[in-house]
């Protein structure tokens, strides 16, 4: 009874795919309770027909129009559609939401444009650790891999490790050799090299030499004028109203020690649960992490009630900024509402709905 009162909250105070400009608010939309499905865990919140659709995103961080050129804006924009696209094939020949979310987080994992996969940051030592997590909102079942170096797309590795093994999180050696044992493509360490990253771990460097290391404990620890973190994620919803969501990331330029971010940490930066909603993150994982972003926020909204938007909302823009913690969520509930909120000045992101029709932004307005 009292998730039936929640859902009919929900259905009350959000809008399915909001617009994408309005990243941090979602509106408020007249709905018809009668459309909530009374029984089985799953479908608390379900309507009869699932607002079927994903959303991902590419990292969210310092991205100031104008600090671009307009031919990489539109690679982004071109490959953000395209890994949307990807997704929504999946969805829309009525696969689950688990396929849809690795087809998009593969084609960013591919892309050099993205801190994922063959786009990955450096370390301080100059090597590629690459982290990523995956879950389904159905079963609760979870897979996740940290400090992985020759995996071409972790995010595979990660759904192995949930589909495959007894265990939710692997890491290093071990989880390479578990992916050598289920065949998941391997790569050389060079295939990780791109010239741009290169860069930046000399100017984080160069950096860290001048200001001190302390600054890198602070959310400037990447350079000021170049925080874009870049972690690619998606969630998304099934024909079947199930939910799932996905993180890949190579981490933070010049970290150490073998330093494990958000992403790969179940409830931090990667969460779905078919009650509440699927959340992956991007931004300063230590803050993520101590917040325990993704499920304070579908806690939030199964335990009091509140609309998606709002528990987004209050997690990110207001217990995260109080931290001082930077970077933003992408998230849908089982009703197919949307947030993707973040309290920094861009946020690579898009969605697409069975419509068809995707929609990519970068900037806040
Ligand atoms: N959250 C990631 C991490 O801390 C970084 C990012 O989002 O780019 O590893």
Request: hydrophobic share 40%.
């Amino acid at each position: 009874m009292r998730l039936l009162r929640s859902a009919r909250r929900l259905l009350v105070h959000t809008l399915p795919f909001a617009a994408l400009s309005a990243a941090a608010c979602t509106p408020a939309r007249p709905a018809t309770p009668s459309a909530v499905a009374p029984t089985g865990p799953a479908s608390v919140h379900a309507t009869q027909l699932p607002n079927w659709g994903i959303v991902i995103h590419g990292g969210a961080g310092t991205i100031a129009r104008g600090s671009m050129t307009p031919e990489m804006e539109a690679e982004y924009r071109a490959k953000l559609t395209e890994a949307l696209m990807a997704g929504h094939r999946v969805l829309a020949a009525g696969g689950s939401s688990l396929d849809a979310v690795q087809a998009a987080v593969n084609v960013m994992e591919d892309s050099p444009l993205f801190n994922a996969g063959k786009g990955a940051v450096f370390t301080h030592e100059g090597k590629n650790e690459l982290d990523a997590a995956v879950m389904d909102g159905r079963t609760l079942a979870a897979g996740a891999v940290a400090g992985v170096t020759h995996v071409k797309n972790p995010i595979n590795l990660a759904r192995a490790v949930m589909e495959k093994s007894r265990h939710v999180m692997l890491m290093g050696a071990g989880a390479e050799a578990f992916a050598k044992q289920q065949g998941i493509e391997l790569v050389p360490e060079s295939y990780f090299f791109t010239e741009r990253r290169w860069q930046s771990l000399e100017k984080a460097k160069a950096d860290e030499a001048k200001y001190g290391a302390e600054a890198l404990l602070g959310p400037e620890y990447s350079v000021p004028e170049d925080r874009k973190f870049g972690t690619v994620g998606a969630v998304a919803l099934d024909k079947n109203g199930n939910l799932a969501a996905a993180t890949s990331t190579g981490g933070v330029t010049n970290k150490r020690w073998g330093r494990v971010g958000d992403a790969p940490i179940i409830g931090a930066g990667t969460y779905a649960n078919n009650r509440s909603c699927a959340v992956s993150a991007t931004g300063t994982g230590e803050y993520f992490i101590r917040a325990t972003v993704a499920h304070d926020i579908c806690a939030r909204v199964e335990y009091q009630g509140v609309s998606l938007a709002e528990a987004a909302d209050q997690v990110v823009m207001k217990k995260l900024v109080e931290m001082g913690g930077d970077g933003g969520i992408i998230a849908m509930d089982p009703l197919g509402n949307v947030s993707m909120t973040f309290n920094t000045s861009g946020m690579y992101r898009g969605r697409v709905g069975a419509d068809g029709k995707p929609e990519v932004a970068i900037y806040r307005d």
